[in-house]
């Protein structure tokens, strides 16, 4: 039986009936995923149940699925926005699996922090705050972490303009550094490309 299959059938015995939906990618990766409500009983047994051993979050990420396949009619109006993923190590069988939970409201998106489980993910959840203005309850020290204090707004977010909202420069009047809207037009430029006729020697 291959590595894949034995994780596979042990996620199913032991938390089968907690997350709703498993699907494997080309055969090699497992992702689950789990509704905010039961994350932590999912969680809690992965990293402490002795058959699978979960003991490292490697990662947590924010994801944003404003414009995910936009070109698809199938796409529900109210389809789910903001998600957190984590990557988990089981060092004891050499297992990784990942674990996808969304946020029930678009508007304001909130998980439940796993940092009672795994100490390493306080930077990664306020990360994903910071990037994604996805809210972890139970975080005890839930701030920015990459922008400044004042910031407004998300850089991570689909909807985000490239230029932001604000800038900041050196007021000479002042003598001090000040915010102020953003004074430039954002653009998008795509580059014009001209290619002789048999370029690259083809026809």
Same mark, same amino acid.
């Given at each position: ?35 905010p ?66 946020? *029930?409201?678009?508007? @304001?998106?909130?998980? $439940?922090?796993?940092? !009672?489980?795994?100490? &390493?993910?306080?930077?990664?959840? =306020? ?6 203005g ?12 990459? *922008?400044?204090y004042? @910031?407004?707004?998300? $850089?991570?977010?689909? !909807?985000?303009?490239? &230029?932001?909202?604000?800038?900041? =420069? ?19 430029? *795509? ?8 370029y690259?020697?083809?026809?």
């Amino acid at each position: 039986m291959k590595k894949i299959e034995q994780l596979e059938l042990a996620l199913s015995e032991i938390v089968g009936g907690i997350y709703s939906n498993l699907y494997k990618f080309k055969d090699q990766e497992i992702t689950l995923e789990v509704t905010p409500e039961r994350l932590i009983e999912l969680m809690t047994i992965l990293a402490k149940d002795k058959s699978l051993a979960f003991v490292q979050c490697q990662d947590v990420c924010g994801v944003d699925y404003l414009t995910y396949k936009d070109q698809q009619d199938e796409k529900p109006a109210d389809a789910l926005r903001f998600a957190v993923v984590y990557h988990l190590l089981s060092l004891k069988h050499n297992w990784r699996v990942r674990v996808k939970c969304f946020a *029930t409201n678009n508007e @304001f998106p909130v998980v $439940p922090s796993v940092l !009672d489980i795994w100490s &390493s993910v306080n930077w990664f959840e =306020r990360e994903a705050f910071d990037m994604y203005g996805i809210i972890f309850d139970g975080h005890p020290d839930l701030r920015r972490i990459l *922008t400044d204090y004042g @910031f407004i707004g998300h $850089p991570f977010r689909k !909807d985000f303009p490239l &230029s932001g909202y604000m800038e900041m =420069r050196y007021d000479e009047e002042q003598k001090r550094v000040i915010y102020q809207p953003v004074t430039i037009e954002p653009r998008e430029i *795509t580059p014009r490309i001209i290619r002789e006729e048999h370029y690259g020697g083809r026809n």
